[in-house]
């Protein structure tokens, strides 16, 4: 049985790069990562082996950001101050801006399959055990998020390969 510091080795970059990007900054985010690791180790004795490591810690992060947003509504807090506005780092790159602020626009739940593939590394299985969904569901929500973020990082090349697609079938050859 794994220890809850090694489970802390092992995951807590990821766990506090997913819930950075779900909170859209870093001073909530690392105290949810504190959080989640106060969890972990609460429950580790209900670890099984049989279980997929690093899904059962992102079930727990992301059960502890839920919390979080819930109580944050439920003090009037909700709306956009959910999605804290990330021009206000003004140290970060452009880029970087660039990227938080179209996973800002992504629906959440797009969003959060998103990250967990491309920040934590969880596999389709893994992440479908997490949210409750198919792994079909999984790969369709991802593949959302991409297309949106596409469109939204380099909106000329996403309407160029839209419409050139669109094209392609429209044209039939007599």
Not at 5 to 25: N, P, Q, S, Y
């Amino acid at each position: 049985m794994p220890t809850a510091l090694d489970i802390f080795e092992r995951h807590h970059r990821a766990v506090f790069r997913f819930l950075r990007r779900m909170m859209g900054g870093g001073h909530e985010a690392e105290d949810l990562t504190q959080e989640v690791f106060l969890r972990v180790l609460r429950a580790l004795d209900t670890y099984e082996e049989r279980q997929l490591e690093r899904a059962w810690v992102f079930r727990i992060a992301r059960n502890v950001w839920l919390d979080h947003l819930r109580v944050r509504r439920r003090a009037g807090a909700a709306g956009e101050a959910d999605r804290a506005p990330v021009a206000r780092l003004a140290a970060v790159q452009s880029t970087r801006v660039a990227l938080d602020q179209a996973l800002g626009r992504l629906q959440e739940a797009d969003r959060e399959a998103f990250l967990m593939r491309e920040i934590g590394g969880l596999g389709y299985a893994e992440i479908a055990d997490v949210l409750g969904i198919t792994p079909s569901a999984v790969r369709n929500r991802i593949h959302r998020a991409r297309l949106a973020l596409r469109e939204c990082l380099d909106p000329p090349r996403a309407t160029l390969r839209v419409s050139s697609r669109m094209e392609r079938r429209a044209w039939k050859p007599m």
